[in-house]
């Protein structure tokens, strides 16, 4: 779906992202929404018949209706919108933060725009209309990303096959059932070491992270189940949500790495102090003990040192005295 | 009697005691309080020549810049040489006016002290850092100048309560670079005696000495005195491969000429820098073999001298093709350290100790 298309760099002058960029984009604004929770919505945008007015009149002309269309899309977008080009007629618009009615009211804007615009072609004027396809959700229902735009673009589809000049609502695809909260096989260890931190008295802030990787581990399993049947053209693991994936378990694999170190940190720590309230651990006692006896040796030297001085120039001062 | 020692042990025991630590520079003596207080002052004291002056001055005695700025008109005292009191010195700089440089020391004391704002009564317990290998006379002297400012003092090596400070009690070299002393000091985990420690004098004087000289070598027409080339040498003082122009303006003839006296600059810092490492190889050698790698790997180097840019790295360079190794570590606050080790041992100090100084 975002793979460069031939022809989308003449169509990139007017601000367009390319499908790298894009991806990139997409991914950041899903994982933002989703962990947030706010709304967001995609929008594919298709100009109607664009493919006959290609024949009919030229690549320039269908250009130049691409380029205007995308002018009033760019002018009615806010800024936090993002838009780019999907295919080879089709424009993606990326709608974060608004309500389900604010991106209608974006697409019925759209549609006016481009109601408005004239196109001279030959003999008569030619007039433009669009089709939309609308997809929004949020949480977990943006788990997913390739199959979240696959499902808007198939709402466009529709929306054209219906005669076009029309939006098609369709609902985010649903993802599966959560798996049972009971730990997955290699979990135990993680989580036992959770409850034996908690027990011991372990700082919440440890007990606190190793809980959220666990519910992420089950989050994570949600999120690599086959993809939802309301996405039936949607490859279940194609290259880029298999980058997603791995990129995801390197994360997760970083996180890991972090905890254990903190939870050895910890454990060390836990080692110097007391298991029994008031009797101190052998190695921080011997050490404390080590560091405390040096010091007061230092100052009884230091005292002595300077016990002897005073004694020193009190013989010399007996011995000038009996001099003089 | 039993109400005396109760007195006496919450004076001890609640606020009533005011822990110092002095540093008793040549150049600037700095002290940090166990009120938290920290304050330097240069080490100079100057007295009126006359009433005019007294009148003019509007008091006794002036200290520090404001004794340097004002010096024409004062009896004007450096009353430190070589880190010690110069009336304690033997030859001619002790014998030349004893008895006012013992009298500016101690006022110079007074002065610290009272910068450090102990409260009316407060016990005042007072560590001071002298030169690793001053003599006992040096050190009667300084005692001496103390006494009436303190109610109980203890001298202790400068390089030693900079490692205290640090907590660098084992496998550590201090070098400590004041203006009148270099003290270098082994720490290896016990108290330091007289063959760890070694007191060089190409210390900062010997620097603004040699530059001096290279001044007047190179540019005979110019003015100057010693303050102008200590001041030149605090704020451009390198000994970096490249440095920056260093161009100040020399009176010639009455008329303010500039001179770029970088190089000269780099050519006087850069001849402390072989005894040091002469001085590290001693001690290094004579420590045990096995252990004498940790040493060259914490070396510490602190004090006022240790301000001058890029010597860290010109004491490893010359100690890696002397030694086969070594690592500098430029302490924090090279102003302050010894002052902070010295607080630090006062206040670790049982007051035990303290009392039966007194």
């Known amino acids: 779906m975002f793979e460069p298309i031939a022809g989308h760099v003449a169509l990139r002058g007017g601000g367009l992202f390319g499908p790298n960029e894009l991806r990139r984009l997409l991914v950041a604004e899903f994982d933002r929404a989703r962990r947030h929770g706010f709304p967001l919505a995609c929008l594919v945008v298709g100009i109607d018949r664009l493919g006959q007015l290609h024949d009919l009149y030229g690549r320039e002309s269908k250009l130049e209706i691409h380029r205007s269309v995308m002018r009033i899309l760019q002018a009615d977008r806010r800024v936090s919108d993002f838009m780019a080009v999907l295919d080879d007629d089709r424009l993606l618009v990326v709608v974060p933060h608004a309500p389900l009615e604010g991106v209608r009211s974006l697409v019925r804007r759209l549609q006016r725009g481009a109601r408005r615009l004239r196109f001279e072609g030959e003999s008569r004027a030619l007039e433009i209309t669009l089709s939309a396809g609308l997809c929004q959700g949020r949480g977990d229902d943006l788990r997913g990303l390739d199959v979240f735009v696959a499902t808007t673009a198939e709402a466009q589809q529709r929306a054209s096959a219906l005669g076009g000049d029309r939006v098609v609502e369709q609902k985010p695809p649903v993802p599966e059932p959560a798996p049972s909260l009971a730990p997955a096989p290699g979990d135990e260890s993680l989580a036992e070491l959770a409850l034996r931190l908690d027990a011991s008295g372990a700082g919440p802030s440890i007990v606190a992270a190793l809980l959220d990787l666990l519910s992420e581990r089950h989050a994570g399993a949600r999120d690599t189940t086959p993809a939802a049947p309301t996405a039936p053209q949607a490859p279940a693991m194609v290259g880029g949500e298999r980058d997603d994936a791995l990129e995801m378990l390197e994360r997760r694999v970083s996180k890991m790495a972090d905890l254990l170190a903190r939870v050895e940190r910890s454990l060390a720590a836990q080692s110097e102090r007391s298991a029994v309230p008031g009797v101190a651990a052998p190695a921080a006692r011997a050490r404390a003990d080590t560091l405390g006896a040096l010091r007061e040796e230092l100052m009884g030297r230091i005292f002595d040192a300077n016990v002897a001085l005073r004694r020193e120039v009190e013989k010399q001062r007996g011995a000038e005295g009996a001099a003089g | 009697m039993a109400d005396d020692e109760t007195q006496k042990d919450k004076k001890l025991r609640g606020t009533g005691v005011l822990h110092l630590g002095i540093d008793l520079g040549t150049s600037r003596t700095s002290v940090s309080a166990s009120n938290g207080i920290r304050e330097t002052v240069a080490s100079y004291v100057g007295y009126p020549k006359d009433v005019v002056a007294r009148k003019l001055h509007g008091k006794d005695v002036l200290f520090g810049s404001e004794a340097i700025e004002k010096r024409l008109s004062l009896e004007f005292y450096r009353p430190l040489a070589k880190g010690v009191i110069k009336s ?209 790997k914490r070396v510490v180097l602190a004090g006022g001298g240790s301000q001058i840019k890029g010597l860290d790295t010109a004491i490893e360079k010359l100690m890696h093709d002397r030694l086969g190794s070594g690592r500098v570590i430029r302490v924090e606050e090279p102003q302050y350290g010894g002052a902070n080790g010295a607080l630090k041992i006062a206040e670790d100090m049982p007051d035990e100790f303290w009392e039966r100084l007194r």
């Open chain 2, 88 to 296: 304690s010195l033997d030859g001619p700089a002790g014998k030349d006016d004893a008895a006012g440089n013992l009298r500016a020391a101690r006022d110079l004391i007074a002065e610290i002290v009272r910068r450090a704002r102990p409260k009316p009564d407060a016990l005042i317990y007072a560590v001071i850092g002298v030169p690793a290998q001053a003599s006992v006379h040096n050190k009667d002297a300084i005692l001496e100048a103390a006494r009436g400012s303190v109610d109980s003092v203890m001298l202790c090596s400068e390089p030693f309560s900079v490692a205290y400070g640090l907590d660098m009690l084992d496998e550590a070299l201090v070098i400590d670079i004041g203006a009148g002393t270099v003290d270098l000091c082994r720490m290896r985990g016990v108290m330091p005696e007289d063959a760890d420690q070694i007191t060089l004098t190409t210390a900062g004087d010997f620097v603004d000495e040699r530059l001096t000289e290279l001044m007047k070598d190179a540019h005979p027409e110019a003015q100057f005195t010693i303050h102008m080339v200590k001041s030149l040498k605090e704020k451009h003082g390198s000994v970096l491969e490249r440095q920056d122009p260093a161009v100040v303006e020399l009176p010639v003839n009455g008329k303010p000429t500039p001179f770029d006296l970088a190089p000269l600059i780099k050519l006087a810092c850069g001849a402390i820098v072989p005894p040091i490492v002469d001085g590290l190889a001693k001690l290094i050698a004579s420590f045990d073999p096995e252990f004498q790698d940790r040493l060259k």
